[in-house]
């Protein structure tokens, strides 16, 4: 398999645009309280840069820290060592689901 093919392979995976956005966030994982800050953003994802990185599979709760805290369930679903972790979001409440859309809304106008 050509290295194009592995290309267009992983872009087809991704469904939703990204954005380039940076924020930081509060990762609650356990008793533990990480730090990381944003890389992109999507509807159903985000990249998290941090030192502390979690294992493919582990799931957390985090804050993305903006003018109203957005709260959402994470799971991990890709790790770059070193750099950091790409996670898949689900927002419980609805607040927090409408902030994210505007935020999203505001990200593809600045396209």
């Known amino acids: 398999m050509s290295t194009v093919d592995l290309g267009s392979r992983r872009a087809d995976r991704r469904r939703a645009p990204r954005y380039a956005y940076q924020a930081h966030v509060e990762i609650e994982w356990g008793s533990a309280r990480l730090k ?21 599979g582990a799931g957390f709760r985090a804050r993305l820290i903006m003018d109203r805290p957005v709260w959402m369930e994470c799971s991990v679903k890709r790790v770059e060592p ?30």
Request: glycine share 10%; aromatic share 6%.
């Open 82 to 111: 070193g750099l950091g972790m790409g996670v898949t979001v689900a927002l419980a409440e609805p607040q927090s689901t409408e902030q994210y859309q505007e935020l999203l809304a505001k990200l593809a106008d600045t396209r």
């Open 36 to 56: 990381a800050r944003t890389r992109d953003i999507s509807v159903g994802g985000m990249f998290l840069e941090s030192e502390d990185i979690l294992w493919v």
